[in-house]
C-alpha cells in the first residue's frame, strides 16, 4: 500500500461524495474501449489500473485472467470495487494510493490501463505520463481513453477544463518512445452509469513499449 499523502481534501472530499452514492456512478462493467481490447491480453498478463475508482475496469481485466493491480486515492471508491470484485469472484491487489506520488518504478506490468484520468494539470500530467512509461514492461500495452476538448459542447462527463483534455498531438508526442498502434479521435453515445452518459468526444490510445 502507498504511504504517499493523499491530495488537498476539496478534490478527495469530491470524490467521497460522489462515490457515496448507493449505485456504482460508472456502472459496474468495464469501459468499452478496455473491453474491446480482450483479443490482445491473456490469461496472466500483470495489469496496473490506474485511478480505478469503484473497479469497474479492475474487475473486468481480472474476469480475463489477468492479475491486477488497481488504485485509488478514494477509500470510499476502493471499498466499493473490493465489493464489486467479490461480487463477481475476481481477485485483484487493491491499493490505497496517490497517482501524484505513485512509485511508477516499483514494479513493471504487461498492461497499464488509464481510462478517464483527466484531473490532473498539464505539469501534473506530464509526470504521470512518464510513469505510465516507466510502469511498462518491455512490450507491454499502454490503454488509453480520455476525452477531447470537444467534449466541452456535450457535457456529459468529464472535467471542465480544456487543458486537462487530449488530443491526438499530446498523446503522439507524450508517448513518442512507443510504438504507437492505435491512436484516434471519434465521437461515440456512452451509457457507462449516471457518471458517463451521451454522446461524447473521446480519443483512444494503445500503445506498446518495445521489447
Not at 487543458?163 to 492505435?182: D, G, K, M, V
Not at 452509469?193 to 506498446?208: E, F, K, N, T
Request: proline content about 6%.
Amino acid at each position: 500500500m502507498s504511504t504517499a499523502p493523499q491530495p488537498a481534501g476539496t478534490e478527495l472530499d469530491r470524490w467521497n461524495t460522489r462515490f457515496s452514492a448507493t449505485d456504482y456512478v460508472f456502472g459496474t462493467e468495464p469501459n468499452q474501449f478496455l473491453a474491446a481490447q480482450a483479443p490482445c491480453l491473456k490469461p496472466g498478463m500483470r495489469a496496473l489500473c490506474v485511478a480505478d475508482g469503484e473497479g469497474r475496469n479492475s474487475v473486468g481485466l481480472a474476469k480475463l485472467g489477468l492479475e491486477v493491480t488497481a488504485f485509488d486515492f478514494s477509500p470510499i471508491g476502493l471499498e466499493k470495487a473490493r465489493r464489486l470484485a467479490a461480487s463477481k469472484g475476481a481477485k485483484i491487489d487493491y491499493r490505497h494510493g496517490n497517482i501524484l506520488e505513485w512509485d511508477w518504478k516499483a514494479s513493471q506490468y504487461d498492461v497499464v490501463a488509464a481510462i478517464f484520468i483527466q484531473f490532473a494539470t498539464p505539469a501534473q500530467r506530464a509526470g504521470i505520463f512518464r510513469g505510465f512509461i516507466d510502469a511498462l514492461a518491455p512490450g507491454g500495452l499502454l490503454l488509453m481513453q480520455g476525452y477531447t476538448p470537444k467534449q466541452l459542447q456535450y457535457g456529459t462527463g468529464g472535467p471542465k477544463q480544456v487543458e486537462n483534455l487530449y488530443t491526438e498531438a499530446l498523446l503522439r508526442e507524450s508517448f513518442a518512445s512507443l510504438e504507437i498502434i492505435e491512436l484516434r479521435e471519434h465521437d461515440i453515445e456512452v451509457q457507462e452509469g449516471p457518471g458517463h452518459s451521451g454522446m461524447s468526444a473521446l480519443i483512444d490510445l494503445v500503445a506498446r513499449k518495445p521489447a
